[in-house]
Every structure is written in C-alpha cells, then in structure tokens.
C-alpha cells in the first residue's frame, strides 16, 4: 500500500534552516504530483507547495515563497523541502502528500491522498 | 486567493444521528473540492474529492454534495470514529486552500 514518512523535523533557532525528506513506497512515485501541507499547533490546515511529477513546476504558497524550496529524486522515491530563514510562526507539523490523481501541473485532480504521518518542526530560540 | 468558509464551527451530535456540514468558496470552484476527516492526534484522511465522489474505502455514511460556491458534506449515522474535525479543501486554482475546520463532538 501507499507509505509516506516523513523525516528531518525537530527544534532549530530562528533565522536557520531545515531540510525535510519524505521516503515514497507503494506506487509510481515519478507520476504523482507532491506536496507539503503543514499544521499549526491547535490550528487548521495550511497548504505549501507542490511539485509536478517530473519537477519541472512548483507553485508556493505566499507564506513561504522565496524561503522554502520544493524538490524531488524520482530515482530515490524521494520528496524534499529546504525551509530557511525560518520564524516562529513556521512551528507545525509538516506532512507530505502524495496528489489524489494529478501530475501536478494544474491545480485539477490535486486533492490529497494519502497522508503521511507527519513530522513535527519547532521553531525556537 | 480563493477562501474557503465552512459553517458551523462547532456541531454537536448524538452517536447514531445525522450532521450536516456546509463548505462556502469565495469563487467557483466547480466540482474541484474536497472533503477530509481528522481525528486527534492523525493525519487527514480523504473522505469525498470532486464534491461527491467518496475516496476509496469510505463507508457509504458519507456523502458529498454541492458545485460552484456552496458544499455539503452529510454523515448520515454517526459513529464513534467521526467525532474528529473535518475539512474542506479546493483545488480549482492555485494556491490550493483549506476551510477553517468544523468540529463534530459528542452531544
């Protein structure tokens, strides 16, 4: 079955960096679109960033554009994202997503499914 | 940006009976909406995508309705599992946007 796991979350300092990796298994990793939605403490869903199946378009949220970077290995399975400069406000928890049924191109067919588990970052001094 | 607004907040329920959620975009979306169920301490799990088309393992409780700006989301018995938050999402334009959440809890 689809797997998503998510690894590299922990406390960093304002102003550094975090990269987070997610490990892909259970389908053809190199046609799905893939994303990252991140999770405020006690607060909603917030979506990020995606990256089409082939790496060749990202689209960001205005929140993190410019800091964070999106990016792919489809030989390793594998999705990143580079945070820097982070803020405090950037504490959550960061899940990977893997696209419902889109290449990731367009925003059609993007709805999300499965999830991973999530991993937490916290921003902090 | 399109913004999502779902109503209520907050609805309590009795196990067995039926809820009704309400999902409102501030543009059409079309058909490009999703539904998604979160109890504490997991991950979202897809419940409905393209207003009505239930994700694949969900029970028939669960249905979706709705297109353009105004959606609903009915679970027509209430189990113990579906006292979680649930939330909708679009996926006409980008960004890709979330409503607020609802929370279901136990009347």
């Known amino acids: 079955q689809v797997q998503l796991v998510e690894s590299g979350g922990g406390v960093v300092q304002p102003g550094r960096s975090l990269r987070l990796s997610c490990a892909a298994s259970g389908f053809t990793f190199s046609s799905y679109g893939m994303h990252w939605v991140r999770q405020a403490p006690g607060k909603g869903l917030e979506w990020m960033t995606i990256?089409?199946?082939?790496?060749?378009?990202?689209y960001y949220a205005d929140s993190v554009k410019g800091r964070f970077t999106i990016s792919r290995d489809n030989s390793k399975n594998t999705l990143y994202l580079q945070m820097n400069s982070l803020r405090a406000e950037d504490t959550a928890v960061y899940y990977c997503?893997?696209?419902?049924?889109?290449?990731?191109?367009?925003?059609?067919?993007?709805?999300?499914?499965?999830w991973g588990q999530g991993t937490l970052v916290t921003v902090s001094s | 940006e399109i913004v999502m607004t779902q109503s209520p907040a907050t609805l309590s329920v009795s196990p067995g009976e039926r809820a009704t959620l309400s999902c409102r975009a501030s543009q059409s979306v079309s058909s490009n909406l999703a539904w998604y169920r979160q109890n504490p301490g997991q991950a979202p799990r897809l419940l409905i995508y393209?207003?009505?088309t239930r994700a694949t393992g969900i029970p028939a409780r669960f249905s979706g309705s709705g297109s353009g700006t105004e959606f609903t989301l009915t679970i027509s018995s209430l189990q113990s599992e579906d006292f979680a938050v649930y939330y909708c999402q679009q996926y006409n334009n980008w960004p890709l946007t979330f409503g607020q959440g609802t929370k279901v809890e136990i009347k």
């Open positions: 990256i089409s199946y082939d790496g060749s378009n990202e």
């Open positions: 997503v893997k696209s419902g049924g889109g290449s990731g191109s367009y925003p059609n067919f993007n709805w999300f499914d499965p």
């Open positions: 393209g207003a009505s």
